[in-house]
């Protein structure tokens, strides 16, 4: 099963703020994707990345939300302007070559105040 | 660690009995299915899989069966252990996984000794 990682682990940030939440696959993945869990729900899809764009995305990922890939190794969710209701686990995903299955990192907690 | 699915339905077995999750899809266009796993604080972790062309897949322990007629999927596991307690979350796609993965709701597993 392919590795990713995620920092941090934890975040906390004002209303308003900006944070940005990393993915680091250890494998050469294809595909990226960002989920989110707000706590007591279901793993809500958000994004998907593949050759350096965005392929898909949820009616969540409104103008606050971005990705990148700027070093093509970190794999990073911004989220512009923070409100109260994006205190979720946020969940990093990759797609390997020649797979079907989606492997997830182990979430970042991210509470705003 | 996080607490999540305050409000799922829960599973109650003993220890070494057969534990059955069911899962009713939403999409008929789907032709690939997955079941995760999800630990307290921890992110889904893949259980196994089925694709829309079998309607049954073995692995250690694992079985899923999947019925397209009536849109559901089951997660069979047997002997059951208390290892095995956790959210049980199945997730369907389309286009051999490369698509978002749309999530049901959960079914949380208590395993009594």
């Known amino acids: 099963e392919p590795e990713v990682t995620q920092t941090p682990s934890h975040q906390v940030t004002q209303m308003g703020q900006e944070v940005i939440l990393r993915c680091v696959p250890i494998?050469?993945?294809?595909?990226f994707y960002w989920y989110r869990q707000i706590l007591g729900q279901k793993v809500e899809f958000l994004v998907s990345?593949?050759?350096?764009?965005?392929?898909?995305k949820s009616e969540i990922f409104d103008d606050q939300f971005s990705v990148e890939r700027p070093d093509g190794s970190n794999f990073t969710l911004k989220i512009r302007s923070t409100k109260l209701e994006d205190s979720a686990m946020y969940f990093c995903?990759?797609?390997?070559?020649?797979?079907?299955?989606?492997?997830f990192g182990p979430g970042t907690r991210l509470l705003v105040l | 660690g996080e607490s999540v699915g305050l409000h799922l339905p829960t599973l109650s077995v003993q220890e070494g009995d057969n534990s059955i999750i069911n899962c009713a899809y939403s999409?008929?266009?789907?032709?690939?299915f997955i079941w995760y796993k999800q630990e307290s604080g921890k992110g889904p972790q893949f259980i196994i899989d089925?694709?829309?062309?079998?309607d049954k897949r073995q692995g250690q322990r694992v079985t899923v069966l999947l019925n397209k007629t009536v849109k559901h999927l089951s997660l069979q596991i047997a002997a059951t252990q208390p290892g095995d307690s956790a959210v049980y979350f199945c997730?369907?796609?389309?286009?051999?996984?490369?698509?978002?993965?749309?999530f049901g709701a959960g079914t949380r597993l208590a395993v009594h000794p």
């Open positions: 995903a990759v797609l390997a070559r020649r797979e079907e299955t989606q492997y």
């Open positions: 494998s050469n993945h294809l595909y």
């Open positions: 089925i694709r829309s062309n079998m």
């Open positions: 999409n008929s266009a789907s032709d690939y």
């Open positions: 997730a369907e796609n389309s286009a051999g996984g490369y698509n978002k993965l749309i």
């Open positions: 990345f593949y050759n350096n764009e965005i392929s898909e």
